[in-house]
């Protein structure tokens, strides 16, 4: 009986750590694909836009070009920091529906930077098209990996670990990200510590700086 018993908790404890991985990844697709219905998608849409929900129109109705997208043929708008980011993901690029991956093409201008931000539900690995780009990661124990990476090389970020990128050649770095979620989620820490509200005497504090 006792033996019994034990088998019964190891596979309990087996099943919880497996319902766990389960839940940790985008869910498996039930079927080919899942080209979102834009209809009922729009219907259903909040401000904050969850991308394994879209609901599927029918496939009678799917075409070619629901499994293409064109848009990084060029580089997007540069921001102040000098980054552009062009994002495919489901809400641009329904063929990605229910796959559980992504894509990004970041373009980075001379002195340009891409700052200190993690994406807590995907790994991501970028590879560079053209130019030089200082990139890394910092690990849990606060250990930093990064070096200059050149035309050719690819590097991988870790799913939730803080990275970071700087273009310290002569010409505008570009570079594309694949991600194993349809929707990484992005938290940038400068915004995430200065412009999210958190108290200014608890920033002191902790940074031990003035306003």
Avoid at 23 to 43: G, T
Avoid at 125 to 145: M, T
Wanted: glycine share 8%.
């Amino acid at each position: 009986m006792s033996t019994q018993k034990n088998l019964w908790l190891l596979l309990s404890i087996f099943s919880l750590n497996l319902a766990i991985i389960t839940l940790a990844s985008d869910p498996d697709p039930v079927q080919d694909f899942c080209i979102p219905n834009p209809i009922l998608a729009s219907m259903i849409k909040t401000h904050h836009t969850f991308h394994t929900i879209l609901p599927c129109k029918n496939s009678s109705e799917v075409i070619t070009n629901d499994f293409i997208f064109s848009n990084m043929k060029t580089s997007g708008n540069f921001s102040e920091t000098g980054l552009a980011v062009m994002p495919a993901n489901p809400t641009n690029f329904p063929g990605l529906n229910t796959l559980g991956m992504s894509f990004a093409r970041t373009d980075i201008e001379i002195g340009g930077i891409n700052p200190p931000h993690f994406h807590p539900r995907a790994t991501e690995l970028i590879h560079v098209i053209q130019g030089k780009v200082y990139s890394g990661f910092v690990d849990s124990n606060n250990k930093v990996f990064a070096r200059i990476l050149e035309q050719g090389e690819v590097m991988v970020f870790p799913r939730g670990l803080v990275h970071f990128m700087m273009n310290v050649g002569d010409e505008v770095v570009t570079l594309f990200g694949s991600f194993n979620s349809q929707n990484p989620g992005l938290q940038k820490i400068p915004s995430a510590v200065f412009g999210s509200g958190i108290d200014e005497e608890l920033l002191q504090k902790a940074f031990g700086i003035e306003f």
